[in-house]
């Protein structure tokens, strides 16, 4: 029992995060999930830029993924919530989430590497910049005072206008956190999951006895299951981080119709 | 609690990547892509009108050979129609015609044998009144006067005819 505390301890302490090349982490420290980030946008841009000059009118190969990839977030999700002209105009800042948060999830799944999303840094710097976007989408649109006031819908009554204009404000602020720590937590929840797995086939392996082969084979296949269950969540977190970037892009760019 | 704190250097890394990214997939690699994919969907988009364009005018010359079909069968069975009736009305008037032809010729021979007959029976009369007197000179061994010459002639004649009329 010491022993699975003691690897607990360890895979804790190796999801931790941690400085790459030097001891303590300073401001431009290279840590490790900043490292596997660095991985996945060299693969998301050899991915797309190899992929996008290998196009024809007949797709096939890659060209192929990319255009089904691209099709997919552009029509799919910004030209369906958007409509066609914005969804067309907002399509590459949801796209390079998508594919950055899809690319960096799939990369952790790789044994030996860790998902670049899987750190509250990342996650919560791309829900910021999320943020920064859509807010800023919303003043242009509608100008900084409209779009303020659009804070309180309209037919609210005076005295409750204070409390409904902080409360959005509230909302509107939880908005970069909450899209951060679904993120984060999605992918660190997992890599802890599947590092439980490993740790309960290893101790059983190390006792050889038919009750922790039992145990040892069923957290196998529990491993195995949940390996493939981390790719569906992969892809699934990547969707809820756009689709939700594209809601409230859609918010800001419709704030003063209600 | 520090562990959830984000650390500068991963904003700094997160920040810096998603921004050159952003430039680098929009700039080069989401423009060919989509460029592609709106160009396959408008060629689609072109094709599909115009099949439609095609079949539309496949189905305007079909109805128009069907009315052209209906017309020149119609116009077929109208000039057989009259064919048939011209060749009736000729087949009808050549069969009057030598219907009156015969006739007429028919009469004509039969004028002629009535003509024919009155002739030869003259002929057959004056014959049988002197041979008739020459057979009876002779078996009488004797002049006949000239009366009894006349009324034997009466007589034969009237014999003769007689005959005939058995």
Same mark, same amino acid.
């Given at each position: 029992?010491?022993?699975?505390?003691?690897?607990?301890?360890?895979?804790?302490? *190796?999801?931790?995060?941690?400085?790459?090349?030097?001891?303590?982490?300073?401001?431009?420290?290279?840590?490790?999930?900043?490292?596997?980030?660095?991985?996945? +946008?060299?693969?998301?841009?050899?991915?797309?830029?190899?992929?996008?000059?290998?196009?024809?009118?007949?797709?096939?190969?890659?060209?192929?993924?990319?255009?089904?990839?691209?099709?997919?977030? #552009?029509? =799919? /999700?910004?030209?369906?919530?958007?409509?066609? *002209?914005? &969804?067309?105009?907002?399509?590459?800042?949801? =796209?390079?989430?998508?594919?950055?948060?899809? +690319?960096?999830?799939?990369?952790?799944?790789?044994?030996?590497?860790?998902?670049?999303?899987?750190?509250?840094?990342?996650?919560?710097?791309? &829900?910021?910049?999320?943020?920064?976007?859509?807010?800023?989408?919303?003043?242009?649109?509608?100008?900084?005072? #409209?779009?303020?006031?659009?804070?309180?819908?309209?037919?609210?009554?005076?005295?409750?206008?204070?409390?409904?204009?902080?409360?959005?404000?509230?909302?509107?602020?939880? #908005?970069? /956190?909450?899209?951060?720590? #679904?993120?984060?937590?999605?992918?660190?929840?997992?890599?802890?999951?599947? =590092?439980?797995?490993?740790?309960?086939?290893?101790?059983?392996? *190390?006792?050889?006895?038919?009750?922790?082969?039992?145990?040892?084979?069923?957290?196998?296949?529990?491993?195995?299951?949940?390996?493939?269950?981390?790719?569906?969540?992969?892809?699934?977190?990547?969707?809820?981080?756009?689709? /939700?970037?594209?809601?409230?892009?859609?918010?800001? /760019?419709?704030?003063?119709?209600? | 609690?520090?562990?959830?704190?984000?650390?500068?250097?991963?904003?700094?890394?997160?920040?810096?990547?998603?921004?050159?990214?952003?430039?680098?997939?929009? !700039?080069?690699?989401?423009?060919?892509?989509?460029?592609?994919?709106?160009?396959? $969907?408008?060629?689609?988009?072109?094709?599909?009108?115009?099949?439609?364009?095609?079949?539309?005018? @496949?189905? %305007?010359?079909?109805?128009?050979? %069907?009315?052209?079909? @209906?017309?020149?069968?119609?116009? $077929?069975?109208?000039?057989?129609?009259?064919?048939?009736?011209?060749?009736?009305?000729?087949?009808?008037?050549?069969?009057?015609? $030598?219907?009156?032809?015969?006739?007429?010729? !028919?009469?004509?021979?039969?004028?002629?044998?009535?003509?024919?007959?009155? $002739?030869?029976?003259?002929?057959?009369? @004056?014959?049988?009144?002197?041979?008739?007197?020459?057979?009876?000179?002779?078996?009488?061994?004797? !002049?006949?006067?000239?009366?009894?010459?006349?009324?034997?002639?009466?007589?034969?004649?009237?014999?003769?005819?007689?005959?005939?009329?058995?």
């Amino acid at each position: 029992m010491d022993n699975m505390g003691k690897m607990v301890e360890e895979l804790l302490h *190796e999801l931790s995060v941690q400085p790459l090349f030097s001891k303590h982490i300073g401001t431009f420290t290279l840590t490790n999930y900043s490292f596997f980030l660095l991985i996945a +946008f060299v693969l998301t841009v050899v991915f797309f830029l190899v992929g996008s000059r290998r196009l024809s009118l007949v797709p096939k190969g890659i060209g192929n993924v990319v255009e089904w990839a691209v099709s997919f977030v #552009r029509d =799919g /999700l910004c030209i369906d919530m958007l409509g066609s *002209e914005d &969804g067309r105009k907002y399509f590459p800042f949801v =796209g390079t989430i998508f594919f950055f948060v899809l +690319f960096n999830d799939v990369l952790g799944l790789i044994p030996g590497a860790k998902p670049g999303t899987g750190t509250l840094g990342t996650t919560f710097t791309w &829900g910021a910049i999320v943020f920064l976007v859509y807010n800023g989408i919303g003043i242009k649109k509608s100008g900084f005072v #409209r779009y303020i006031k659009s804070f309180v819908p309209s037919g609210t009554p005076v005295v409750l206008m204070p409390l409904m204009f902080l409360l959005e404000i509230v909302s509107h602020f939880l #908005r970069p /956190l909450t899209l951060g720590i #679904r993120l984060y937590a999605n992918m660190y929840a997992g890599h802890i999951m599947l =590092g439980i797995f490993a740790i309960l086939v290893t101790i059983s392996l *190390e006792s050889l006895s038919v009750g922790s082969a039992v145990t040892g084979g069923l957290a196998f296949v529990m491993h195995v299951i949940m390996y493939g269950f981390e790719f569906f969540v992969a892809g699934l977190q990547a969707y809820i981080f756009s689709i /939700l970037t594209t809601v409230y892009i859609n918010g800001a /760019l419709h704030a003063t119709e209600h | 609690m520090e562990a959830i704190i984000p650390k500068v250097p991963e904003v700094l890394v997160a920040l810096a990547s998603f921004i050159v990214l952003f430039v680098l997939l929009s !700039k080069f690699a989401f423009p060919p892509v989509t460029t592609m994919l709106d160009g396959r $969907a408008e060629k689609i988009r072109e094709s599909l009108e115009k099949a439609e364009e095609t079949r539309i005018e @496949a189905e %305007r010359l079909l109805e128009e050979y %069907r009315v052209q079909m @209906a017309e020149a069968r119609s116009e $077929a069975t109208k000039i057989i129609e009259q064919g048939r009736t011209v060749a009736e009305n000729m087949k009808n008037e050549i069969l009057a015609k $030598a219907r009156e032809e015969a006739e007429a010729e !028919k009469l004509k021979a039969v004028e002629a044998i009535q003509a024919e007959k009155v $002739a030869a029976m003259s002929e057959l009369q @004056a014959s049988v009144a002197n041979l008739s007197v020459a057979v009876a000179g002779k078996i009488l061994g004797q !002049k006949l006067t000239a009366a009894d010459h006349a009324a034997l002639i009466e007589r034969s004649i009237a014999e003769v005819g007689s005959l005939h009329e058995e």
